[in-house]
């Protein structure tokens, strides 16, 4: 059960994310010749105007299909569009899929009850961190390193990020910032139920609760997911993970069938889940905006691109050198996408 409910969350982010290209396009009345739900031979289908409404058989994505032919006469093919109109529908759907992420956390978030703040409730006796010149008790921190601390879980996982004794600061403190640069910050020895223990020695976790307190979390937890994905690319792009370490569709939809089978509760495991398909909707979002041929995000550089060539030269450049482009990122693309699935099938059987 819970491997279909991963394949139809893909499926849905897949339409919602086509679902943005269709909802601007018809905004600014270009032609759109066809809208599909899954793929495949269609099972039904339905003509309402210029636009073909189709059903396909397999729930696996769907498509927005707009006169894209650079040579059509007809003034309201997507080709024939204002640059900025062209920019607004083709970043549409990363918009879309950023949305359904956000959605899918409000509705998560009220049924959390208290939100953690990553306000400092007190200190352990003899932490040297609390001090007229170091933290305050109500102390609030907002920035580590210059990074925005926007959740409680933020503290470990940017404190993580390096191994330097020093940190910068910044935190909250009587309605004003206060910058705490070159602050050394290590762990210490605490004795904990007869065990000595290594931590920082700072307790923190407010509680808020109310309608601001779930808007406000449902936004943090929206852009620390984008932060998320920033983060993970970059690791990916220094060498501190490989392409062994990347999970595709195969391997997540692992992860929710595990998730959901070992959930104490079938409440406990949709929670979990809606929390996963919020975490990759917004995903989706990020990759797709990346200015790699092929995606919305390479089509968006190649579209600027192209207007500013038009501006200074006054001539259109030849669009066959932009689809070559794309081809060749296309195949790319699928050559990753199959070294992924076949990591994560070969992870399914060790």
Not at 31 to 49: H, Y
Not at 115 to 141: A, I, M, R
Not at 165 to 182: A, Y
Not at 210 to 231: E, H, P, Q
Request: hydrophobic share 50%.
């Amino acid at each position: 059960m819970y491997i279909v409910i991963a394949i139809l969350i893909f499926a849905l982010l897949i339409v919602t994310h086509e679902l943005g290209h269709f909802v601007a396009a018809k905004l600014f009345h270009v032609r759109v010749s066809q809208f599909a739900v899954g793929m495949g031979p269609a099972l039904l289908k339905k003509q309402k105007g210029e636009t073909l409404y189709a059903l396909r058989a397999f729930p696996i994505g769907g498509f927005c299909a707009m006169e894209e032919d650079e040579d059509s006469e007809d003034p309201r093919a997507f080709t024939n569009q204002k640059w900025g109109k062209r920019f607004i529908i083709l970043a549409a759907g990363a918009l879309m899929n950023f949305l359904t992420g956000l959605i899918i956390l409000m509705f998560i978030v009220p049924n959390s009850g208290a939100f953690s703040t990553p306000t400092f409730t007190g200190f352990h006796e003899g932490c040297p961190y609390q001090s007229e010149q170091g933290f305050h008790v109500n102390d609030t921190l907002y920035e580590i390193d210059g990074q925005r601390v926007l959740l409680s879980s933020d503290i470990s996982l940017l404190l993580s990020q390096s191994d330097s004794e020093t940190r910068d600061f910044v935190v909250i403190r009587d309605g004003k910032k206060v910058e705490l640069n070159d602050f050394k910050f290590v762990k210490i020895p605490y004795e904990v139920d007869g065990k000595e223990t290594m931590m920082y020695g700072i307790e923190y976790g407010n509680k808020e609760t109310g309608i601001l307190a779930n808007i406000k979390y449902t936004w943090n937890g929206s852009m620390d997911f984008v932060r998320m994905v920033w983060m993970s690319l970059g690791d990916l792009v220094t060498g501190a993970v490989g392409l062994k370490d990347l999970s595709g569709p195969v391997g997540i939809v692992g992860l929710i069938n595990d998730v959901g089978t070992t959930a104490g509760s079938t409440s406990a495991a949709a929670s979990i889940i809606a929390y996963l398909a919020a975490f990759i909707a917004v995903n989706l979002a990020v990759m797709n905006l990346l200015p790699i041929p092929a995606l919305d995000g390479g089509r968006l550089l190649f579209l600027v691109i192209t207007a500013a060539i038009e501006w200074v030269t006054k001539k259109k450049p030849n669009p066959k050198y932009e689809g070559y482009v794309h081809a060749a990122g296309f195949a790319v693309l699928i050559l990753l996408m199959v070294v992924v699935m076949f990591n994560d099938v070969y992870k399914l059987f060790i």
